[in-house]
């Protein structure tokens, strides 16, 4: 793709919608080296890896990249400027990232799953595992100093099957045998939801019977909204009833 023009139709010109134009721009290798508006141009710089380095804006600052290894992000700075830190496991899996005032941790289970994060307001430097090697942040998940948390907890087949999260409270997954959503629970009835399937798996509203089907497999109303669909079966929109 070269090239996108927006042209208004006559209403949209009445509503001060104006013609655009976007110009893109490749290396020989593909990749997308300059994007023109008509606001100004963005350019795109790569290391031999394909990872993009620099990225440099209308206004002539350069958003930077840095990596580790084959390609894995550990900092964004303009100009300079930190942006954000991140730190990885043995696994490069990211367990620290820096926003700001706020330091975000994730951690993970024995699968690979994430298994807990938190967002904190204590320094990163308190919180870093290369800066401290012995510090446990999983201890830390549910921290005064910490606005935002949250675990995860799965089932042997790997279903999400709780959360706990200091915003929503506890919420409860559950499944059928063929892995299924079959309830959220909160604990509250105003948010709790329960769902059905057909044969073919598509959602049913939960007041049919259990030997309803979609027809045609294209749900025409799922509660309070309503799908079209054209001749081939193509979704065209759907409304709020």
Not at 148 to 153: G, M
Request: charged share 25%; hydrophobic share 30%.
């Amino acid at each position: 793709m070269l090239t996108i023009e927006h042209l208004p139709t006559a209403k949209g010109k009445k509503l001060g919608v104006s013609a655009e134009k976007l110009d893109f721009s490749y290396d020989l290798l593909g990749r997308l080296i300059k994007e023109t508006t008509p606001q100004g141009a963005l350019s795109y710089d790569y290391d031999p890896l394909s990872n993009l380095t620099t990225l440099t804006l209308p206004t002539g600052q350069h958003l930077n990249h840095l990596y580790y290894g084959s390609g894995h992000l550990h900092q964004l700075n303009l100009d300079g400027q930190l942006i954000s830190d991140m730190e990885r496991d043995d696994l490069h899996r990211e367990v620290l990232r820096t926003q700001g005032t706020l330091t975000s941790c994730f951690g993970y289970d024995a699968m690979g799953r994430k298994a807990w994060q938190f967002a904190s307001t204590l320094p990163a430097e308190k919180l870093s595992q290369i800066l401290n090697p012995g510090i446990q942040p999983e201890l830390l998940v549910e921290h005064a100093y910490n606005p935002i948390h949250r675990r995860h907890q799965y089932d042997p087949a790997g279903e999400l099957t709780r959360t706990l999260d200091k915003l929503r409270g506890e919420i409860k997954y559950d499944y059928e045998a063929n892995g299924q959503l079959h309830s959220r629970d909160t604990g509250k009835l105003v948010d709790s939801e329960e769902f059905r399937y057909d044969a073919a798996a598509n959602r049913l509203n939960f007041n049919t019977s259990q030997f309803d089907h979609v027809k045609d497999n294209r749900i025409k109303q799922w509660r309070d909204q309503e799908y079209a669909y054209d001749a081939w079966g193509t979704w065209l929109k759907n409304a709020a009833g």
